[in-house]
Structure formats: C-alpha cells, structure tokens
C-alpha cells in the first residue's frame, strides 16, 4: 500500500487507485518563455521519483504533464525580441526538454500543449456562461467562485477569509477579487482564437482541467505541482471542475519550495541562475541526490555548498560502483525491479526502503538506508566476504529505482585519450599543475568529464 499526504484531506493516506494497478497521474508543467529555473527542477524530480517508485512497485503508470504555450509572458517576450509567440514557446520548450534530458527526468507519456485545447475550452466557458457559473467584463470572461460551494479546500480556507485576504483593485469589475479570468479579449498584435462569446486567448487555470481529463479521465487519482500552484492555480482548477459536475482529481500532492537565499547573498555566493545553468556546472545528478536527501514537502536549500555536498556523496556512490563493477540501473528503464534477485540482507534492504518510500515517499530515510548499506558491503568486501557483492548491486537497483544512477563502468576509452591521461598521471606525479590543468581542458574540449581520484585520472561520458 503506498501512503501519500493529500493537500485536499491535509493527511497522510492511502493512494486510491480508480483502476487497479493503474496510477493515472497529472503534473501541471512549464510556461515556456525562458529557461527553466531551479523550482523546476525540483517539482520534475519529486514527481519523477513517485513515478519511477510507483513504477518499481509493480503499479502501471500514466503520466501526463503539459506545456502552457500560450500566456502573458511569452507575448511579451515575443514583442521585446521581436519574433512569433509560436517561436518563443517553440525555443524555450526545446531548452526544456534539454534541461529534463541532462536531469534524468523521464518524457511523459502525454504532453498536451494549451494552444492544442483551446476549442475544449471554449466549451467549458460556454457551459459556465450558460449557468452563469462565469460572466464578461470589459477585459475577458471571469469565473465566479462563489459559485462552488467549498471553495477554497487545498488553500485549507474557507472563501471569507480568502476573499478578507485578498487584494482588491480599484477598477475592479469583478463580482469577488478572487474570480479569475477564463478568457481575455483579443487585443491587437496578441494571438487570439474565435469563440461564440468573443474572440480572445485562454487564461492559465482552464488549461489542465481540460487537459487533464481529457487524457486521464474523471476521477483520476493523483495531480501534482510545487506547493506554489495549490492557490490559486490548482484551487481554480478544482473550482471548474467542480462548477462542471466533473469528478476530478482523488489526490492532490504538492512539493515544498526551494529556497536560493537573498539576490544579493546569490550573487555573492555564485548561485545558480538558472537549472540549465546548474547543469552545465555541477554533476547532472547531484540535484536529484539534494532532492533525494530531503523529504519532499519540506523547502530545500540550492547553493553551491548543498550541491558540492550532494556531489560528494556522489563520489561515494561511484566509487562503490568502480569496486563491485555495477552498471548502470537508471535512465528510461523502469524494469529495473523485474529482473532482480532478493534474499537474506538484500531482501532486508528492499524492505527497509520500500517501507520508507511507500509511506509519503520519505526519501531521506530510504537514502540513509542505502548510505549504511554502502558502508556494510565496503566493510564486507574488506573482509573478502562473497555476500559483499549482492549487497553492493542492490543499492545500485534501489537508486536506480529512484532515477539515480551509479556510475561504475569506464567508457571506451581511445587510444588518444589513454595517451592524454597517461601523460596527465605522469606531469601530476612531478607536480606540474599547469601542465595538469591544460591536459585537463584538453580532455574537457575531447568530450570526456575528468575526475581526480587516488589511482589517478578517470575520464567518463557526462
Ligand atoms: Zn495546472
């Protein structure tokens, strides 16, 4: 039985499933008007662990996740470099993809584009302004919240004290300054598409509720997004749902926030600008290790120092890898389990993890497991004990489980490189760094990650 906390119920419970064996889940994906930042990668990695897990755990899983390629932003961006809003979101959904690719998040099984949907939704809005569950002001059409008789559940309060909270603009036409647009007017030099009530584009919220179950279907059991979406987004989201008669979502998880400091405290410290940026700096997978190492609810610190921890642990896991020769068991494959052997301590590891991740997929704990399974199968090798080995391959698999993967097994390495990296021990070994340092960039510009470790040069493919 996997347990999860469900924003909705605000507890810890049992993921229902609508269809045995069968987890259909929805993440709400990125606006493509720039690179993705860091909170991206951490709602991609969370939600791609769950998955991966799920997966492991003999359950089928859909996963769909879309992309917003139509909204504010990327018009404006499309007017300041002068170019198509289709070329805006086009480019930056490339960078996306690129960014998943390096991170190790696996492809959806659906990606839903909004520009793809907006006849559905226009129905829905046609629908809402029948029973005036929606009406028109000047700019657009708006939803009316109070229509939806327990608004405000994931935001956890009830829409009085929402609407006290919430800000209230003086030429506001609204009927409540929670109601939310659904449809904003064409305007010249905007995209828009035809619709009986007027021609316009889509707003943000409407977008996944079709989407959403369209592809999945009603009541389908988990949709997920960092804990910045739970309002307004995905309580708006519900709202339309609600106002449809649709039974929506059975689960709602939200991940916790990622916190990068101060802007002048970044700059100082050479932050991160961006994921991409990250992932052209640091080990690719030193990210999903950080996320890994903190429960994924709880705000989690970026930096330079939390990622050169979380590449030192790395190296752990590596060198565990190079001694037991293990390879690879991450990437696209999610048969890792199938093929795997359990008995005795490895059995007890599995079960020590599974019961960890199964219960609102406490990585932190399951990671310190397989940290003290490190250990064990180092001293057990130490020892020349044979059950060393099985122990080590296990830890592999259950990283592999969760995305990580281990690096063991060199590359093929040519016959130039060899001679590079021979050369390189060879002006270490008189230490002439200079020279060190230059074979280094030379190795770097042939393709290969160089690694200092105490049997000299390592190079491998990034
Ligand atoms: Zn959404």
Redesign the pocket.
Known sequence: MIRLFDTASGEVRELTLRDAGQVSMYV?GPTVYDLPHLGHGRFTLVWDVARRWFTFQGLNVRFVS?ITDIDDNIINRALRENTTEEGVAAHYEDQWWQAMAAIGVARPNDVPHATQYVEQMVELISDFLAKDIAYPISDGIYFDVSKVADYGLLAGQPLESLRAGARIETSDEKRSPLDFALWKNAKDNEPSWPAPFGAGRPGW?T??VVMSLGLLGEGFDLHC?GLD?KFP??EN?RAQAVAAGRDFAQHWGHNGWVMVGDQKMSKSLGNFTSLTDLLEKTDQRAYRLLVLRSHYRSPIEVSPTTIADAEAALKRLDALARRFNLTERAGENFEVASDHQWSGATQELLEKVSARLDDDLDTPLAVSRLFEAVSAANALADENDPSAQALAEAVAVLFGAMGLALRGTADEVDEATLQLIKYRDQVRSEKNWAESDRLRDELAAMGWVVEDTPQGTVVRKP
């Open positions: 709400c879309n919220h977008e996944c997004g979406l987004h995905h989201e």
